[in-house]
């Protein structure tokens, strides 16, 4: 074991004393049942992945910080872990890619580097840490490759390719040193091999413009297609490796990044030939709705059938559905009409049919479809459906098993299979803790409040499985990170949110009542709900849902309205700093991890080419819609999270919030975690963010023991 530098105790003894003046007092309610930790205990899963051939599928599962692959083989399905990494080492997994012969996975281990080139090392390894790529054959030892990421493994299986600090690599399968193959102006990424493997697609980022690049590995020959002033990205192959369909939108360099784009200039999908270069416009979007792309959870954007169409998401009506077109171009054809929202597509082996995910139906769940390409008159085909939430869909190699995750109000996310007429049948079920509390939790209610303003807000509603007629209880008011992003009714698609379900469900045990609002902004109700009018740094709009949450809650009979608290993330983050900051006579208390409290720290909105007058109007704006413009009716305490090395929202929010609150005499209390990210890398991090949390609210909110 090795040692620790006596300086690494400093900021453990501090958070130990945070923790131990908090829970000091006494509490309203005991635990009832079961504990943070255990709440949190369920390995959560994620990049389902069907393996080319032989029908296998593979995944990720993160427990309790450890993140291993695990393999799931016909005939019997029986899952197991393929790598064996051990402990909280806050080392991310990812990026997982099959070998051809479905005999070894390749991967990515490590986080990101940030601006400064460091790579995230929030267990404060004194050795440091890299991000690598990895191999692992079934059966076998993993054995690093080299430094880099994401990985694109030949479809003839013999070397793979990766992005090393903004250039491409490569290296054998077997054995070998990684070599530079491709050295270029910009960052190079999203690397596709062509189905000959004889060639590379990848996006050459230049800042203010991107090119796709087609590289030969025959002649070490480069080209990009159609060079222009505009965003190319997201390439794909034709099945017979001549071809390459790739997405241009057109470049905006005076506009702002964080306002509603409703509509702008058109975007466009382009075919050309992968050996002359030579390209066409196949098809463009409308202008208004949908003329700003909106892209889906996938590999790839653009999908090639077999038979020559393009599928494509796209907002025409206001909602991501999914369209097709031939290559020769004219009006698309509608696959997926109703107001809903498409999420992840994944394309069938066969490349006849698409499975994806949506709300279809049930605006605050998550199901399965399928529809055939090109569609038949009876649309799409539901796989999943009722009370559960299933997603990340991936078809076997030979079409007869779809793998997905699912989850529902009680059960955490978990890998699953289903053949065709069969309900889905957990993978791993014996991973689920023997102690974790399934039985002990509530079924979230769907709520729908009015904001200030008049406009419906969606939310979920967490009882305390305790709570007696005519009693009133504190309540705590949940504002989710993103902004794009949807709670649901059960536990969350993304390990973020799955973690603050689990809080949730946590404090309603405790005796909170708990309202989760799916505010303006967020994902999952359309277009214009998404590119809310004037929110964050162009207003804070969202600020009316505040008010609706409040006045909600406020008017329950079940809520002492004296005793409302709330607490968020990032985005959430801001909203809980902008309650406190604007409705401290509301809001008794909060807990704010890592959120944004003057947008000009976040967002620069001197854009190149925009004149001063307009540069200094857009600042004003950014800062009248920040809880740092409003500090003098701030009255109420509020606990600080935020690790020290987040790259998404700049360390200096809470420090100079912190500043400022210390002045004006506002109780703050905060933890900060070192060379920790955005979303926390170490589960004990999440532990120790959540124990706090829980015991600041019995603090503040909870009333005097009774005698």
Same mark, same amino acid.
């Given at each position: 074991?090795?040692?620790?530098?006596?300086?690494?105790?400093?900021?453990?003894?501090?958070?130990?004393?945070?923790?131990?003046?908090?829970?000091?007092?006494?509490?309203?309610?005991?635990?009832?049942?079961?504990?943070?930790?255990?709440?949190?205990?369920?390995?959560?899963?994620?990049?389902?992945?069907?393996?080319?051939?032989?029908?296998?599928?593979?995944?990720?599962?993160?427990?309790?910080?450890?993140?291993?692959?695990?393999?799931?083989?016909?005939?019997?399905?029986?899952?197991?872990?393929?790598?064996?990494?051990?402990?909280?080492?806050?080392?991310?997994?990812?990026?997982?890619?099959?070998?051809?012969?479905?005999?070894?996975?390749?991967?990515?281990?490590?986080?990101?580097?940030?601006?400064?080139?460091?790579?995230?090392?929030?267990?404060?390894?004194?050795?440091?840490?890299?991000?690598?790529?990895?191999?692992?054959?079934?059966?076998?030892?993993? %054995?690093?490759? *080299?430094?880099?990421?994401?990985?694109?493994? +030949? =479809?003839? !299986? @013999? $070397?793979? &390719? #990766?992005?090393?600090?903004?250039?491409?690599?490569?290296?054998?399968?077997?054995?070998?040193?990684?070599?530079?193959?491709? %050295?270029?102006? *910009?960052?190079?990424?999203?690397?596709?091999? +062509? =189905?000959? !493997? @004889? $060639?590379? &697609? #990848?996006?050459?980022?230049?800042?203010?413009?991107?090119?796709?690049?087609?590289?030969?590995?025959?002649?070490?020959?480069?080209?990009?297609?159609?060079?222009?002033?505009?965003?190319?990205?997201?390439?794909?192959?034709?099945?017979?490796?001549?071809?390459?369909?790739?997405?241009?939108?057109?470049?905006?360099?005076?506009?702002?990044?964080?306002?509603?784009?409703?509509?702008?200039?058109?975007?466009?999908?382009?075919?050309?030939?992968?050996?002359?270069?030579?390209?066409?416009?196949?098809?463009?979007?409308?202008?208004?709705?949908?003329?700003?792309?909106?892209?889906?959870?996938?590999?790839?954007?653009?999908?090639?059938?077999?038979?020559?169409?393009?599928?494509?998401?796209?907002?025409?009506?206001?909602?991501?559905?999914?369209?097709?077109?031939?290559?020769?171009?004219?009006?698309?054809?509608?696959?997926?009409?109703?107001?809903?929202?498409?999420?992840?597509?994944?394309?069938?082996?066969?490349?006849?049919?698409?499975?994806?995910?949506?709300?279809?139906?049930?605006?605050?769940?998550?199901?399965?479809?399928?529809?055939?390409?090109?569609?038949?008159?009876?649309?799409?085909?539901?796989?999943?459906?009722?009370?559960?939430?299933?997603?990340?869909?991936?078809?076997?190699?030979?079409?007869?098993?779809?793998?997905?995750?699912?989850?529902?109000?009680?059960?955490?996310?978990?890998?699953?299979?289903?053949?065709?007429?069969?309900?889905?049948?957990?993978?791993?079920?014996?991973?689920?803790?023997?102690?974790?509390?399934?039985?002990?939790?509530?079924?979230?209610?769907?709520?729908?409040?009015?904001?200030?303003?008049?406009?419906?807000?969606?939310?979920?509603?967490?009882?305390?499985?305790?709570?007696?007629?005519?009693?009133?209880?504190?309540?705590?008011?949940?504002?989710?990170?993103?902004?794009?992003?949807?709670?649901?009714?059960?536990?969350?698609?993304?390990?973020?949110?799955?973690?603050?379900?689990?809080?949730?469900?946590?404090?309603?045990?405790?005796?909170?009542?708990?309202?989760?609002?799916?505010?303006?902004?967020?994902?999952?109700?359309?277009?214009?709900?998404?590119?809310?009018?004037?929110?964050?740094?162009?207003?804070?709009?969202?600020?009316?849902?505040?008010?609706?949450?409040?006045?909600?809650?406020?008017?329950?009979?079940?809520?002492?309205?004296?005793?409302?608290?709330?607490?968020?993330?990032?985005?959430?983050?801001?909203?809980?700093?902008?309650?406190?900051?604007?409705?401290?006579?509301?809001?008794?208390?909060?807990?704010?991890?890592?959120?944004?409290?003057?947008?000009?720290?976040?967002?620069?909105?001197?854009?190149?080419?925009?004149?001063?007058?307009?540069?200094?109007?857009?600042?004003?704006?950014?800062?009248?819609?920040?809880?740092?413009?409003?500090?003098?009716?701030?009255?109420?305490?509020?606990?600080?999270?935020?690790?020290?090395?987040?790259?998404?929202?700049?360390?200096?929010?809470?420090?100079?919030?912190?500043?400022?609150?210390?002045?004006?005499?506002?109780?703050?209390?905060?933890?900060?975690?070192?060379?920790?990210?955005?979303?926390?890398?170490?589960?004990?991090?999440?532990?120790?963010?959540?124990?706090?949390?829980?015991?600041?609210?019995?603090?503040?909110?909870?009333?005097?023991?009774?005698?």
């Amino acid at each position: 074991m090795r040692s620790v530098p006596d300086q690494r105790l400093v900021p453990i003894i501090r958070r130990l004393a945070v923790l131990a003046a908090l829970t000091s007092t006494p509490l309203h309610a005991q635990a009832r049942g079961f504990t943070i930790e255990q709440a949190l205990s369920a390995p959560f899963p994620s990049e389902m992945t069907a393996a080319p051939v032989g029908g296998a599928a593979a995944w990720i599962f993160n427990q309790n910080g450890s993140r291993n692959i695990w393999i799931a083989t016909p005939p019997d399905y029986q899952a197991r872990a393929l790598t064996a990494y051990a402990g909280d080492d806050g080392q991310n997994v990812t990026g997982l890619e099959w070998t051809p012969d479905a005999r070894a996975l390749v991967y990515t281990r490590g986080g990101d580097a940030n601006g400064s080139g460091e790579y995230p090392n929030p267990t404060l390894e004194t050795e440091g840490v890299e991000q690598d790529i990895w191999i692992v054959a079934l059966g076998g030892t993993p %054995r690093k490759i *080299g430094e880099g990421k994401t990985a694109a493994v +030949s =479809p003839i !299986g @013999r $070397r793979v &390719a #990766f992005i090393r600090r903004g250039q491409v690599w490569w290296a054998p399968l077997d054995s070998g040193d990684a070599t530079l193959l491709i %050295r270029t102006r *910009g960052n190079a990424s999203s690397i596709r091999w +062509s =189905p000959d !493997g @004889r $060639r590379l &697609a #990848f996006v050459s980022a230049r800042s203010d413009h991107a090119f796709i690049g087609v590289f030969d590995t025959a002649d070490s020959s480069l080209k990009y297609l159609n060079p222009s002033t505009d965003q190319d990205g997201y390439a794909v192959w034709a099945p017979d490796s001549r071809q390459v369909a790739f997405i241009r939108i057109p470049t905006t360099t005076r506009q702002a990044v964080r306002i509603p784009h409703r509509e702008g200039e058109p975007w466009s999908i382009w075919v050309a030939d992968a050996v002359t270069g030579q390209s066409k416009e196949v098809w463009k979007a409308d202008r208004g709705p949908g003329s700003v792309f909106r892209a889906v959870q996938a590999r790839d954007q653009v999908q090639w059938t077999a038979s020559g169409w393009l599928v494509f998401p796209w907002e025409r009506d206001g909602w991501t559905h999914l369209y097709a077109v031939t290559l020769v171009g004219g009006r698309p054809i509608a696959l997926t009409p109703g107001d809903f929202e498409v999420e992840q597509v994944v394309l069938a082996p066969n490349r006849q049919s698409v499975t994806f995910s949506s709300n279809q139906g049930d605006a605050d769940r998550r199901h399965l479809w399928n529809v055939a390409i090109p569609a038949t008159a009876t649309g799409p085909t539901a796989l999943t459906g009722g009370a559960g939430i299933e997603w990340e869909p991936a078809v076997s190699s030979d079409g007869d098993v779809t793998f997905l995750l699912r989850s529902d109000a009680r059960g955490p996310a978990r890998p699953a299979l289903m053949q065709a007429g069969r309900a889905p049948q957990d993978l791993a079920p014996q991973v689920i803790p023997a102690d974790f509390p399934s039985s002990q939790l509530v079924l979230p209610q769907a709520v729908v409040l009015q904001a200030a303003d008049g406009q419906p807000i969606h939310g979920q509603v967490f009882l305390p499985p305790d709570l007696r007629a005519g009693e009133r209880r504190p309540a705590i008011v949940f504002f989710h990170g993103g902004p794009r992003t949807q709670m649901l009714l059960g536990w969350h698609t993304g390990n973020y949110y799955h973690r603050t379900y689990a809080f949730n469900q946590y404090l309603a045990s405790r005796g909170y009542v708990v309202l989760s609002v799916n505010y303006r902004a967020g994902t999952g109700y359309g277009l214009n709900f998404r590119e809310a009018i004037g929110f964050g740094p162009t207003g804070a709009s969202e600020y009316n849902d505040i008010q609706g949450a409040a006045s909600y809650l406020r008017g329950r009979p079940d809520v002492d309205p004296a005793r409302i608290g709330t607490w968020g993330g990032s985005w959430g983050g801001f909203l809980v700093a902008l309650a406190l900051a604007r409705a401290s006579d509301m809001f008794a208390a909060g807990v704010d991890l890592h959120g944004v409290h003057d947008w000009n720290l976040e967002w620069d909105p001197l854009v190149p080419g925009w004149d001063t007058e307009k540069d200094l109007a857009a600042r004003r704006l950014a800062f009248t819609s920040s809880p740092m413009a409003d500090l003098k009716t701030w009255r109420s305490p509020v606990l600080l999270i935020q690790g020290d090395d987040d790259r998404d929202v700049n360390f200096a929010n809470q420090i100079q919030l912190r500043e400022d609150l210390r002045k004006q005499g506002v109780a703050v209390d905060e933890i900060v975690f070192p060379d920790e990210v955005h979303g926390f890398l170490t589960h004990g991090h999440w532990v120790e963010a959540y124990t706090a949390a829980a015991a600041f609210f019995d603090k503040h909110l909870a009333p005097p023991p009774k005698r």
